[in-house]
């Protein structure tokens, strides 16, 4: 299993920018998806997921601001985060999971500079 994600980088505060993560090795149609992110010095944190009927969830931090959405046919997850803060800043992680199973990316760095 590869989760491939990407879209990272370096915005100012209240700048956007679009996360996607392909993934590869799972029939990712029946996958649910999600985004966590972690800081530097806390936990990873759930940011976003989806299911693989498409409920979405979100961190109370990040609604309004942030949405995640899958292209099945691609077999990417995407996150378009709009109105950034400084406190978005974090390195983003892909994850699927199915039953037992479960898989994570390498995490994509987005930093937000006030």
């Known amino acids: 299993v590869q989760l491939q994600a990407s879209g990272g980088g370096l915005v100012q505060a209240g700048g956007s920018l679009r996360l996607s993560c392909v993934a590869s090795?799972?029939?990712?149609?029946?996958?649910?998806m999600a985004w966590y992110r972690q800081a530097p010095g806390k936990q990873r944190e759930l940011v976003a997921g989806i299911t693989s009927g498409g409920s979405t969830k979100y961190a109370d931090s990040v609604k309004g601001r942030f949405t995640i959405s899958r292209d099945n046919a691609k077999k990417t997850v995407y996150l378009q985060m709009n109105r950034l803060k400084s406190e978005d800043t974090a390195v983003y992680y892909c994850?699927?999971?199915?039953?037992?199973?479960?898989?994570w990316g390498q995490g994509t760095q987005v930093t937000v500079s006030s």
């Open positions: 090795g799972i029939v990712f149609s029946i996958n649910d």
């Open positions: 994850y699927s999971v199915r039953g037992r199973y479960e898989s």
